[in-house]
């Protein structure tokens, strides 16, 4: 490196570091000695020009050899062109310096006057030339597009990858804009972020574009494009820099993973089988698909469990669900709710046989395609040309079928997006699964507790009835609410509304259970609150056997339209509605409130209203009167101007309570029991001494009051009833004693007595002079039984209107 190169050794060419703005130069005359010294020269070896002008060159340098090879180069090249090489002088301060040096002879008119010598530190140019390589590596070997555009932003300079890419000679670039290859608003982007830079000199770092390239039209492309200000030492603009990298596959990537996030969000909002299915399409329009149909067998609809095995043949599916980018879903030829049959080699069929995605990347290039005349037809009329068809399956269990098409997309869908098409349905259909397994245990459910409601209410005596049931909403689930109209002996009648808390299959079957036991009570004519207790009690045992049972609340009342005494007692119930004939309502707070049942231990009191001719009584659940968001009192309030027309027919009013209620989602079930009292005048009432000759009067008294009422076919048995519950009476019993007889629905005979003593019913022996009474009159009457007062007891026998095998009037 010492010995000095001759010229060529390092080159003059374009990429020559001594070509730079600032080189070191002197002049050195034919002797050898320094004649002119630049200031660069100065700065570089620290040598003022009156230091070293008319001293020989050889002087700068560091070492003897260097000399003397430079002086026998100076002799033997002294007709020569020069030489290029590498120095080591000595700066003024004693260091050495490395200097790359270039030496070319200078002529004057009578021939050679000296030499010129450009010198440079090698340092700064060994840094210059590791930056040309690293530039020329970047423009010709990167695989990221560069580009340099210049003021008008028109392409100055591109490297190979940019030629590559959009598949246009770099030579054809330069001089073009962005615009003139890549219409539309990607270029436009591009061109918005390129003045900025220009204009304010801030660089802009990874901004994205989306766009197509002329040599890949049918595919969207995305890029990261990030652009930088280039300008010369002093500041002048010499263009704009960007670089374009391809993140196509992470955006792709990234949208998927939000498309799956969104989709987890809005799919499974309801637990409604075909709500959930067109979540599922509505979620995937436009991201995934332009268009999405599902599919579901007829089982899942209903809540059931498709049959398992082949699927062979032609199949029948529901359309649960549409979605398209288009307002008129043109690309479903059926309609949500519609039965679409789907015949051999379909890919649906293909799907449901094999439990398999299909994928149609070309619709023309699958045979069903060619073997369905009329869904081809349709397709061309669409545009539909890929379609990807993705089974519905949770816990192993096919539950229907997704197809997801493009149309304007022009793009056919790829392995990718079937990979992503069955992510989506996975998650859809474990949504679809918890919505059907809900559906059939609703289902269950409301079946169970329409089983165990009555369906129809029997008419009953001094009452007019009317009844509305109202499942909540389906998220909600079945409930426990019950009523019931039960006939008592004497023509009374009891009028029941329970809730049980909690909703499922686990309140209707403890709905089932207490309505069986408030059946069984009411057959013993106990009072109201005697009936709560003996609820609370088994309430309280159904908590103990099982603890998922929260209790109950319930409201019982016993309407006897003799005397128009209803007496009322509740456990926890909201307090019932009374309508005065008028139209005044009131709701009977005046009810002691009493406690839930389940409790336990705490006592039940009752409350009597007299309720005059034509009064309505509306017995209700909570979930009638309350409602998301509201009061309960704007719920009673809305109750009771609707009930204040109580003249309407009772169905007409039932109807105007359901009408009337808040259009939102009900949580709970509402039960409501509408009751308004009849005249009832045919009732007979005789007070009989206690004295065995009266037997015979009671019978004359009953065949009179049947005359007047027509009922001369039952006065045979009926005066048998009559003896023997007088007799009985007068000898088991004491007084006071009363003999009643009710004409409603059927003959009523009842003997009223101061004895708490029942009668029993026993088979006498051949022998036994008595003993028969009670067992001719369970013979004779359709039912017969005991009930108690506070005054003594009340033995009741009831007969039809028509005797057995007796000829109708008309006849």
């Known amino acids: 490196m010492h010995t000095p190169k001759v010229s060529g050794g390092l080159g003059a060419g374009p990429g020559d570091s001594l070509h730079g703005p600032s080189p070191a130069t002197a002049f050195v005359d034919v002797e050898g000695r320094i004649s002119l010294w630049s200031p660069q020269a100065e700065s570089l070896l620290g040598y003022s020009a009156d230091e070293v002008c008319c001293t020989p060159a050889v002087d700068l340098l560091a070492f003897p050899e260097d000399r003397e090879a430079a002086l026998a180069a100076h002799e033997q090249q002294a007709a020569g062109p020069g030489w290029d090489g590498v120095l080591m002088v000595r700066h003024q301060d004693g260091h050495e310096v490395a200097v790359v040096a270039r030496v070319r002879p200078v002529l004057g008119g009578k021939g050679r006057s000296g030499w010129s010598v450009s010198a440079t530190d090698a340092r700064q140019v060994e840094r210059e030339e590791v930056d040309r390589g690293i530039l020329q590596a970047l423009f010709h070997q990167s695989p990221i597009p560069v580009t340099v555009m210049d003021s008008e932003l028109r392409y100055r300079w591109v490297n190979a990858a940019t030629a590559r890419e959009t598949g246009v000679p770099a030579d054809e670039l330069l001089g073009r804009r962005i615009g003139d290859d890549t ?15 220009r204009d304010t000199g801030e660089p802009v770092v990874d901004f994205q574009v989306r766009g197509r390239l002329p040599s890949d039209p049918d595919r969207e492309r995305v890029w990261s494009s990030s652009s930088f200000r280039l300008s010369d030492p002093a500041g002048r603009l010499l263009g704009m820099c960007q670089t374009y990298v391809d993140v196509t596959e992470g955006d792709r990537a990234q949208r998927r993973l939000a498309l799956l996030t969104d989709a987890g969000a809005c799919i499974g909002t309801s637990l409604d089988v075909v709500r959930t299915a067109q979540e599922l399409a509505d979620a995937a329009v436009p991201e995934l698909a332009d268009f999405v149909l599902v599919d579901l067998p007829e089982a899942t609809v209903r809540g059931e469990e498709p049959a398992p095995g082949p699927v062979s043949g032609q199949v029948l599916l529901r359309r649960s669900g549409i979605s398209s980018i288009h307002e008129d879903a043109s690309e479903a030829m059926y309609a949500v709710g519609e039965t679409v049959a789907y015949a051999p080699g379909t890919p649906q069929v293909r799907c449901l046989a094999t439990g398999q995605s299909v994928l149609v990347r070309r619709l023309e290039a699958d045979e069903w395609y060619a073997s369905d005349p009329q869904s081809a037809e349709k397709a061309r009329e669409v ?4 379609l990807m068809v993705v089974p519905l399956q949770a816990r192993g269990i096919t539950l229907g079928v997704a197809v997801f098409g493009r149309n304007r997309d022009p793009q056919p869908y790829d392995e990718g997006d079937l990979a992503l098409a069955e992510d989506f349905s996975s998650r859809a259909a474990v949504c679809v699964d918890n919505a059907r397994r809900y559906t059939r245990e609703h289902t269950t459910a409301l079946a169970l507790q329409r089983s165990l409601l009555p369906h129809d209410l029997p008419d009953q005596p001094g009452v007019e009835t009317a009844h509305r049931y109202l499942p909540a909403a389906a998220h909600a689930g079945a409930g426990g609410d019950w009523f019931d109209v039960l006939p008592l002996s004497g023509a009374r009648v009891a009028l029941v509304v329970g809730d049980v808390t909690g909703h499922g299959l686990h309140a209707a079957a403890v709905m089932g259970r207490l309505r069986t036991a408030v059946h069984t009570l009411a057959d013993l004519d106990l009072d109201p609150d005697e009936v709560l207790t003996q609820l609370d009690d088994l309430v309280v045992r159904l908590v103990e056997e099982d603890p998922d049972c929260q209790g109950a609340t319930c409201l019982y009342a016993i309407y006897d339209p003799i005397s128009r005494i209803c007496t009322f007692a509740r456990a926890g119930h909201p307090p019932p509605a009374l309508v005065q004939p008028d139209g005044t309502v009131e709701f009977c707070e005046d009810i002691p409130p009493g406690p839930p049942l389940g409790l336990g231990g705490l006592p039940f009191e009752t409350s009597q209203r007299e309720l ?32 204040a027309d109580p003249a309407r027919p009772l169905e007409q009013l039932g109807q105007a309570v359901v009408a009337s209620l808040a259009p939102d989602h009900r949580t709970d079930d509402a039960a409501l029991l509408l009751a308004r009292t009849l005249p009832e005048d045919r009732v007979a009432t005789w007070d009989l001494p206690v004295d065995p000759a ?32 007088v007799t009985n009476a007068i000898q088991h019993a004491r007084g006071p004693m009363a003999l009643r007889l009710i004409h409603a629905q059927t003959l009523i005979c009842e003997v009223s007595d101061g004895s708490l003593g029942a009668p029993h019913l026993r088979r006498a022996r051949t022998t036994d002079e008595g003993g028969r009474g009670m067992f001719l009159i369970a013979q004779l009457a359709t039912r017969w039984g005991t009930r108690y007062t506070t005054d003594g007891k009340t033995i009741w026998a009831e007969q039809p209107l028509s005797p057995v095998g007796a000829p109708s009037p008309e006849k």
Do not use: K
């Open 183 to 197: 219409p539309g608003s990607a270029a436009q982007t591009i061109e918005e972020v390129l003045r900025h830079v």
């Open 383 to 386: 545009g539909t040309h890929s």
């Open 612 to 643: 005059p001719e034509g009064t309505l009584l509306a017995l209700y659940t909570d979930g009638l009167i309350e409602a998301a968001g509201h009061d309960v009192d704007v719920g009673l309030d809305r109750l009771a101007r609707t009930l």
């Open 694 to 725: 009266l037997v015979a009067q009671a019978r004359a008294l009953t065949t009179r009051q049947l005359t007047d009422w027509a009922l001369e076919p039952l006065t045979f048995t009926t005066e048998l009833i009559v003896s023997e519950l």
